[in-house]
């Protein structure tokens, strides 16, 4: 066997890999809510930034590398995807201010006067100190866009199967006319996002059939049918002098504040209440300052899940606090002395929206229905994108991204 077939796909998963490395947040100049996406020549702008808890500033560098749709890197060099040089120092910093924990505050925004993405496709932009390049403090994902494909959707509780209350299905029309693309059918791969989760995420590399020459329709297909999930959970830590939103207690015990939050139930068994919500984002705030970015102060947040423990597999917070990650991180673990859930984590003042993931052994994909429940009802931001490969091109193109925020 080749050592090309050996070898094993590359984690392009956003990420944090060093301990002291928090907050890290990537958000549209003109609209921290919308998704990582710029549209190519448009002067849209991505701002990525995160925090080192440190005395002093790091020397720090980033790169990028172009990707293919299964996010892995694609074979094109440096001068074929970006304008400038494919290396650039991080110069924008600040130190914190009046807070218990010391921490210096870099940000970056990306087209910059150094560098530019020339062609469509994912990116990977990766993080790392002057003196080792070879280990990444981070890593983000972030698309950009020809927006040559016309994208319209749908989204219905009148699903396919019999579980109507339970579950969404979308359906797809891709309008291919000005993208290029020579055979709609076999050379365009559609992916669907909820809410920014990768582990359910839907690819379909073929319509269910084509209307006309160039319209590449997407419905009535399993891949299409979400899990209705539930409204997030929120909390907020905007005052380390008083409690906030869903904070029961807060304290200090050196070197950090505690916000202990209101016990979870499960709420599998009750009845569906709307919530508004962002999806699973978060929000850097301190209710007096306005320079949260270096104001804001780090709290210890403390989940409590009183549940009976499930033994088939694991529970995850899951949102973007935790990078949609099933890392050690987001993991809860059951206390036997309480019997119930419990998880702490250290984060930024502010507010915050998440969710209960159970895992099942030996699975990829996680549900929300042992601790959440599915209720049909349930709003979601929906991702939908459209790559597109011809005979002869040596990349994914990424010619058309829509959202959309069904209410039902």
Same mark, same amino acid.
């Given at each position: 066997m080749s050592a090309a077939l050996?070898?094993?796909p590359m984690d392009t998963l956003t990420g944090v890999f060093n301990e002291r490395v928090k907050s890290l947040q990537v958000r549209l100049a003109s609209d921290e809510t919308a998704p990582p996406v710029i549209m190519i020549d448009t002067g849209d702008q991505l701002i990525f930034s995160f925090d080192h808890l440190a005395e002093e500033r790091s020397y720090l560098r980033y790169r990028l590398i172009h990707c293919n749709a299964d996010w892995q890197p694609s074979i094109l060099v440096d001068s074929e995807f970006l304008d400038g040089f494919n290396e650039g120092r991080i110069d924008d910093y600040a130190f914190s201010q009046m807070t218990t924990t010391h921490y210096v505050h870099y940000s970056l925004t990306i087209p910059n006067q150094e560098v530019a993405p020339k062609v469509s496709g994912n990116y990977l932009l990766q993080v790392y100190s002057e003196d080792d390049p070879s280990a990444p403090w981070l890593q983000c994902r972030f698309m950009v866009s020809e927006q040559t494909a016309g994208i319209r959707s749908d989204v219905t509780s009148r699903t396919d199967v019999s579980i109507n209350e339970s579950h969404q299905q979308l359906s797809v029309i891709v309008d291919a006319e000005r993208s290029g /693309?020579? $055979?709609?059918?076999? %050379?365009? /791969? +559609?992916?669907? #996002? #909820? %809410?920014?989760? +990768? $582990?359910n995420e839907a690819t379909l590399k073929h319509p269910l059939r084509m209307s006309g020459r160039r319209e590449a329709v997407y419905e009535h297909q399993p891949q299409l049918i979400f899990e209705a999930g539930n409204e997030y959970r929120r909390f907020e830590t905007v005052s380390v002098t008083y409690p906030g939103m869903k904070v029961d207690e807060i304290s200090y015990s050196e070197p950090y504040y505690h916000a202990t939050l209101t016990t979870d139930l499960p709420r599998s068994e009750g009845r569906y209440e709307y919530d508004q919500t962002q999806f699973g984002r978060f929000k850097i705030r301190e209710f007096n300052s306005d320079q949260s970015d270096i104001e804001a102060d780090y709290v210890v947040v403390h989940f409590t899940l009183d549940m009976p423990q499930l033994p088939d597999g694991m529970i995850f917070i899951d949102g973007d606090m935790v990078n949609r990650r099933f890392d050690p991180e987001a993991l809860m673990t059951f206390n036997r002395a309480t019997g119930r859930y419990e998880r702490s984590m250290l984060l930024k003042q502010g507010a915050y929206n998440y969710q209960y993931l159970f895992l099942p052994k030996g699975k990829n994909t996680a549900t929300p229905a042992p601790v959440e429940g599915?209720?049909?009802?349930?709003?979601?931001?929906? +991702?939908?994108? /459209?790559?597109a490969r011809s005979p002869g091109e040596r990349y994914d193109r990424l010619i058309g991204v829509s959202s959309i925020r069904p209410a039902f």
């Open positions: 050996c070898a094993r /693309v020579a $055979d709609p059918y076999n %050379d365009m /791969v +559609l992916q669907v #996002q #909820q %809410d920014s989760r +990768l $582990d599915n209720y049909h009802e349930t709003s979601h931001e929906y +991702l939908i994108k /459209v790559y």
